[in-house]
């Protein structure tokens, strides 16, 4: 009898221990889930399918490049025009993050939301501090996810996104003197291609250290090249021309 009364008492003891889990999830829910943006999931464990009536981007990094040691405000904004609140879960590669506000937890460079954030005409703003690292290239993923704080995941909307900031060049090297070249994928995984009448001499890649990488190159029709740049790392990059006349130059990112 004892064994059977040991047991009952068992199984009430761990159906207790199991509800609680489900519905301590259920209602921390609006705190946020740490790795939902890393994972590639989103929201999805919890909050349905992704939606493109969200979307999420972070503004502050300059589209030049960023320098090693600065600390930039950066804001990261979910956009939706129908919901009233949104959360979030970002993480970047390389840097650090600092000034978060109240309503957020910073593990490490990675961001997420303790409470939901209240959206200003659609679009939910959340301001921070990052300061940029010496690595070559940053990655950012964020997950964002739009509300109708009704109180249950029916109607929330998210979206993910992923970024690539690179890092810039110093104005020492980008101001080579020459003519500014046009060139093309830009940004670019293996080739690039330049339009010109001169004859080639040499073709190099200045990384933002300054360290020159000769590139190889082929014709690629009468007026054309195709340059090889799928020995360089990823990253922004000076494209120094010389011809018989004179030199030419232009900024890529090679992905």
């Known amino acids: ?80 025009s129908t919901k009233t609140k949104a959360g979030f879960d970002l993480v970047f590669s390389s840097g650090s993050i600092s000034g978060n506000p109240t309503g957020t937890m910073l593990m ?24 940029a690292p010496t690595a070559a290239a940053v990655t950012l993923k964020m997950a964002g996810n739009a509300v109708n704080d009704n109180g249950s995941d029916n ?11 690179n890092k810039a060049i110093p104005a020492s090297v980008a101001n080579t003197i020459g003519t500014k070249l046009n060139v093309y994928p830009n940004p670019t995984s293996n080739n690039i291609i330049i339009s010109t009448t001169e004859k080639i001499n040499t073709v190099y890649a200045v990384d933002m250290l300054g360290k020159y990488t000769a590139l190889q190159y082929n014709a690629n029709g009468a007026e ?15 494209l120094l021309v010389k011809v018989e006349k004179e030199n030419f130059h232009a900024v890529f990112a090679k992905q």
């Not at 300059?62 to 804001?75: D, E, H, I, L, R």
């Not at 490490?108 to 300061?131: D, P, R, Y």
């Not at 054309?224 to 000076?238: E, H, K, P, Q, V």
Request: with cysteine.
């Open 1 to 80: 009898m004892k064994s059977k009364k040991l047991l009952l008492s068992t199984v009430v003891g761990l159906l207790g221990i199991a509800t609680y889990i489900i519905f301590s999830s259920s209602s921390n829910a609006s705190q946020g889930v740490m790795g939902s943006a890393n994972s590639g999931a989103g929201c999805g464990s919890c909050h349905g399918s992704a939606s493109a009536n969200t979307t999420v981007t972070l503004e502050g990094i300059p589209a030049t490049g960023y320098v090693s040691g600065t600390v930039y405000p950066v804001t990261l904004k979910i956009t939706n």
């Open 108 to 131: 490490g460079t990675e961001l997420h939301h303790t409470q939901k954030f209240s959206a200003v005409s659609g679009v939910t703003s959340i301001n921070f501090n990052w300061t």
């Open 155 to 165: 109607g929330d909307e998210w979206a993910i996104a992923t970024k690539v900031f």
């Open 224 to 238: 054309a090249y195709s340059i090889n740049t799928s020995n360089l790392t990823s990253g922004n990059y000076l």
